[in-house]
């Protein structure tokens, strides 16, 4: 089963809730695709598509924790960091036609349990600041 985006995870701010709904979908279609035995070019092409979202987006949420002065700033930051470290890893290998069954796996709990997480928790605490802000 994919990602259910639902009103629990809203942090209120609605860039942030938008793209959230859109990455979800998006790392859905990437498990669809896993699930479906897609070709290593497929899977790259969807994971390559979604590691870009990503990385814009998480842009976009320390523009604005820098902007309004977020207490949270640098133990955020350091988490995307970490997620888009682990991303270029499996980026690398899925170009390089490692074990794609094993980096599969590891692609699927990253995007699916990670993600969800971090929404859940970090993300809603940011939005929860934000929305103080405006
Ligand atoms: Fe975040």
Request: charge should be positive; proline fraction near 1%; charged fraction near 25%.
């Amino acid at each position: 089963m994919g990602l259910i985006w639902t009103a629990s995870l809203a942090t209120g701010v609605d860039w942030q809730d938008s793209q959230h709904k859109d990455l979800f979908c998006k790392i859905n279609e990437f498990i669809e695709a896993i699930n479906r035995g897609k070709t290593q070019g497929d899977l790259l092409g969807l994971f390559n598509f979604l590691s870009n979202y990503v990385r814009t987006h998480f842009k976009q949420e320390e523009v604005a924790m820098d902007k309004h002065g977020y207490p949270g700033t640098v133990a955020h930051k350091a988490l995307h960091k970490t997620f888009m470290d682990n991303l270029s890893v499996l980026q690398k290998g899925l170009r390089e036609q490692e074990d794609i069954h094993k980096l599969t796996m590891q692609a699927r709990k990253l995007l699916s349990d990670w993600f969800y997480d971090h929404v859940a928790k970090m993300d809603k605490n940011l939005g929860g600041f934000l929305v103080t802000k405006r």
